[in-house]
């Protein structure tokens, strides 16, 4: 029992004295690395890196102290003056128009290239009311001779500005300020702008399987397989004991609301209305689709306000 006890206080000594040994070697080769760098002129750019790292960590340390005092020890009645100068989304220039989906086509490129293609008829857009956050409320589409339905509130609002279209719907066009009460939005608008997005319903595939709807794999088709188009296992048996949420199985497909970004503008034709933009988009062939085009003019608040806060407080030093 002795000897053992002996073994161990040995070899917790020699452990420690290796330790010790080791952070020796590292500090001496650390010390002849800098006398080095010294010799040849490279401590300057050295010392000014670890400065500059340092001011970076210093920086971030500053910056969440300062979102501490200003999310716990701000007074609420002081002025907020940085926020005067925050694009909400009321100033941001975005622009959405109603089109019709005529239909698709190919063109082909300077280069040789074919390019599949969708036919977008822009319908004029009236607009007779305005709504908070840019809304604003249009008329478009069929004439009030050919509905028998349409209610008296929206049917006063639109003979207010001389419309005679029967359908209506909200559209954002900011900044509100450029737009008023009866103006018709066409194609023109879209003139400056290079890529758009288009909303629209696509088409109704009802009662789907998987292999349909998810694209799931099939199974085999011979040597005596029961599994051909079937989904298979849905759930464990004992744990969780159930079926999962949001589990891919059938049902029905389509007819749901989808949005086709980033569609390159091809071509726009002022005397028809129309714009020829890249790729497919969702729905039939005259339906009613909403497209959009917008400047990449987003920032992000919450870096916006720490850096304004950062250099009031380098000011103030």
Not at 53 to 79: E, V, W
Not at 131 to 139: I, N, Q, Y
Request: proline share 4%; with cysteine.
């Amino acid at each position: 029992m002795q000897l053992c006890f002996t073994y161990t206080i040995f070899i917790l000594l020699l452990y420690f004295q290796c330790i010790y040994n080791y952070k020796l070697i590292k500090n001496f080769r650390q010390s002849e690395k800098y006398e080095f760098l010294h010799k040849i002129g490279y401590v300057e750019g050295f010392q000014s890196k670890v400065d500059h790292n340092r001011n970076i960590k210093s920086k971030k340390n500053l910056q969440c102290n300062m979102i501490k005092k200003f999310i716990h020890a701000r007074d609420p009645y002081d002025p907020q003056e940085y926020l005067k100068d925050i694009p909400y989304k009321d100033e941001l220039d975005r622009i959405q128009i109603r089109g019709k989906k005529k239909e698709m086509r190919t063109i082909f490129s300077p280069n040789g290239t074919l390019i599949p293609a969708t036919l977008i008829e822009i319908m004029p857009n009236i607009i007779y009311r305005f709504m908070d956050l840019g809304k604003v409320g249009v008329a478009y589409g069929k004439l009030l001779e050919e509905s028998r339905w349409i209610l008296k509130p929206n049917l006063g609002q639109i003979a207010k500005v001389s419309s005679n279209f029967k359908n209506t719907c909200s559209l954002t066009l900011t900044p509100p300020q450029n737009f008023i009460l009866g103006q018709i939005i066409d194609v023109s608008y879209l003139y400056n702008y290079k890529y758009v997005n288009v909303r629209g319903l696509s088409k109704g595939k009802g009662f789907c399987g998987v292999i349909k709807r998810w694209g799931f794999h099939r199974g085999p088709m011979s040597h005596g397989s029961g599994h051909h188009r079937k989904p298979g296992s849905i759930g464990a048996s004992t744990h969780v004991g159930r079926v999962l949420k949001n589990k891919k199985m059938p049902g029905k497909h389509g007819n749901k609301y989808k949005t086709m970004i980033n569609l390159k503008l091809l071509g726009l034709n002022l005397e028809k209305n129309e714009i020829l933009v890249s790729g497919c988009i969702p729905g039939n062939k005259n339906s009613y689709v909403t497209v959009t085009a917008e400047n990449n003019q987003k920032i992000n608040k919450y870096n916006y306000i720490c850096d304004l806060l950062y250099n009031q407080e380098k000011n103030i030093k």
